[in-house]
């Protein structure tokens, strides 16, 4: 392949390419590079292996990744894409935000789901909220105090 890939290394990244395995689990094994495992199983036509996913509901993955703490709080343990918490189920990844709130309440949610804790990241059921619920909140908050809101100086 290139002058650093002796022939018994490609040969054995081709054997366990044909077995199925993946590219850390070669890299480690043989101490080759990623880029050089590709190499190989593009020159020797090896085609890619089909990687499926685990086959769980939205709920199963909810249930799994969700780990309740402290004064009924509950933390996300899964997968993040950025600051997202994503669940992956029934053939898709989904915002775990809105699954927890699915699940609370039983509808989907309108605008941003937030936690309504000072928990960051809280997905507690009774902790997630939407535009609808903050709303109420402060209309109730207004119908039992007037006008004057909680830091709005009046």
């Known amino acids: 392949m290139n002058n650093y890939t002796s022939r018994e290394d490609v040969q054995r990244v081709a054997e366990r390419l044909r077995e199925?395995?993946?590219?850390?689990?070669?890299?480690?094994?043989?101490?080759?590079?990623?880029?050089?495992?590709?190499?190989?199983r593009r020159r020797l036509d090896i085609p890619k292996t089909k990687r499926?996913?685990?086959?769980?509901?939205?709920?199963?993955?909810l249930a799994l990744y969700v780990e309740p703490y402290g004064d009924g709080h509950a933390r996300w343990t899964g997968t993040m894409a950025g600051a997202m918490p994503v669940v992956w189920?029934?053939?898709?990844?989904h915002n775990a935000r809105h699954v927890a709130f699915?699940?609370?309440?039983?509808?989907?949610?309108?605008?941003?789901?937030?936690?309504?804790?000072?928990?960051?990241?809280?997905?507690?059921?009774?902790?997630?909220?939407?535009?609808?619920?903050r709303e109420r909140t402060a209309d109730t908050y207004e119908a039992i105090f007037g006008n004057s809101r909680a830091g709005s100086g009046s």
Do not use: K, W
């Open 102 to 133: 699915r699940a609370r309440y039983g509808r989907e949610p309108i605008g941003y789901v937030l936690t309504s804790c000072d928990e960051a990241g809280c997905l507690a059921g009774d902790h997630v909220t939407d535009d609808l619920i």
């Open 20 to 40: 199925g395995a993946t590219y850390e689990e070669i890299r480690q094994e043989v101490g080759v590079s990623r880029t050089t495992i590709g190499r190989i």
């Open 52 to 61: 499926t996913r685990p086959c769980r509901t939205v709920a199963e993955s």
């Open 89 to 93: 189920g029934d053939g898709r990844n």
